[in-house]
């Protein structure tokens, strides 16, 4: 049986919405770690990922413990954005998966306009991203999403998938 697709619409409002997720990290040789962080959220265009594909924008410090298992990525994370609820029947929320990496991999035009994103949203931020600094900002490009609005019923939880060629993605520099 196949799973229901999330509709995009609720997705974009949904992500919209909200400020902050849970970013998982880590595996292999590094311990698991899960970090809340402040996002902005964007839609590719079609110039990273598949146009529409999900994108998250935060700001970490590259010392931080997900900050060293992303690295210069693409780095395999998962994360999850939640909305408060006091019953079960309103719980509603999205688990992720996907690649992070830091925003400096990605072409000059894609940087400025996630960079204006995360800015909009988190105009307090603009202090600790100036030159000099070791915040920076990071993008998790979503490439699996699985929601949960308990209004839809209990145990109904919609999937979506977007490809990504990183090939066409990275800047080729570090």
């Known amino acids: 049986?196949?799973?229901?697709?999330?509709?995009?619409?609720w997705l974009i409002r949904f992500f919209?919405?909200?400020?902050?997720?849970?970013?998982?990290s880590g595996g292999g040789t590094r311990e698991l770690s899960c970090a809340p962080l402040f996002y902005a959220f964007a839609m590719s265009g079609g110039s990273i990922g598949e146009?529409?594909?999900p994108l998250l924008v935060f700001a970490s410090n590259p010392n931080s413990e997900h900050g060293q298992c992303i690295g210069s990525g693409p780095t395999p994370v998962a994360a999850a954005v939640a909305a408060e609820a006091?019953?079960?029947g309103a719980i509603r929320g999205v688990q992720l998966r996907g690649s992070a990496l830091p925003l400096r991999r990605l072409p000059r035009n894609?940087?400025?306009?996630?960079?204006?994103?995360?800015?909009?949203r988190h105009p307090i931020a603009a202090p600790l991203l100036l030159p000099g600094r070791q915040e920076q900002l990071y993008l998790l490009l979503v490439t699996h999403a699985k929601a949960t609005d308990n209004r839809w019923g209990l145990?109904?939880?919609p999937v979506r998938t977007w490809n990504v060629d990183w090939s066409r993605v990275l800047d080729g520099g570090t």
């Open 86 to 88: 006091t019953e079960p």
């Open 110 to 120: 894609e940087r400025i306009r996630l960079r204006g994103a995360y800015l909009r």
């Open 1 to 9: 049986m196949m799973k229901p697709v999330v509709d995009s619409r």
């Open 16 to 24: 919209a919405a909200h400020w902050v997720f849970i970013l998982a």
């Open 155 to 157: 145990g109904v939880h």
């Open 51 to 53: 146009s529409g594909t």
